[in-house]
């Protein structure tokens, strides 16, 4: 394999999939909220305010979510 192909190559991680849902459309408020949200991380990025992922330490940072999630409805 050249150098060229190593350079190109795209990093990867797995994650689980679930199935595809239904779901409701979002309204006009919820829709204005997601393109604000999504505006401001834009925004955090062009002003270098983020953190590149790390491989290594993702799936810890998933199960801490899950572990905080189930806390959070037996509370």
């Known amino acids: 394999m050249s150098n060229a192909t190593k350079q190109q190559r795209v990093r990867t991680t797995m994650v689980p999939v679930t199935t595809m849902e ?14 604000a949200a999504l505006k401001a991380a834009e925004a955090d990025i062009a002003a270098g ?27």
């Open 49 to 75: 305010n983020f953190v590149a992922h790390d491989s290594p330490t993702f799936v810890e940072h998933m199960l801490a979510i899950r572990a905080s999630a189930k806390r959070a409805k037996t509370v």
């Open 22 to 35: 239904e779901m409701p459309l979002p309204t006009e408020a919820e829709r204005a909220e997601m393109i």
